[in-house]
């Protein structure tokens, strides 16, 4: 879609990304972790209102999640958003679907399930 990179002084790394909305994804590859279980994954992210993201791993079934305001457009927030994933290497897609989703900081997986 029209999702694409963007700068972000408050964000890791400086990056976030944005232009998620009507059908833009983000993919995250290479998702590791040892054992299989649901995972806490906790998810920085930018938005100036609220928003919602169907999240998914290795193409099942996505999960609708609401991401309250960060207030602004240049105010990070963090969300734990619960995943289902397998030993070995995952991939999480965040789809806007029909709306706009926020704009993606950064995630960061837990060592082991909850």
Do not use: E, M
């Not at 833009?24 to 040892?34: A, R």
């Not at 169907?54 to 991401?67: E, P, R, V, Y």
């Amino acid at each position: 879609g029209n999702a694409s990179v963007a700068d972000c002084s408050t964000c890791s790394g400086g990056k976030k990304v944005g232009n998620l909305y009507l059908g833009g994804k983000l993919t995250v590859n290479d998702v590791v972790v040892d054992k299989p279980g649901t995972y806490l994954v906790q998810v920085a992210y930018v938005s100036g209102d609220a928003r919602s993201a169907d999240i998914s791993a290795n193409g099942g079934g996505a999960t609708g999640h609401k991401f309250p305001s960060t207030g602004d457009w240049g105010t990070t927030g963090t969300v734990s958003v619960p995943v289902a994933l397998k030993a070995g290497a995952n991939t999480l897609t965040f789809d806007s679907g029909s709306s706009y989703a926020p704009d993606i900081d950064r995630i960061d997986v837990p060592k082991s399930p909850r």
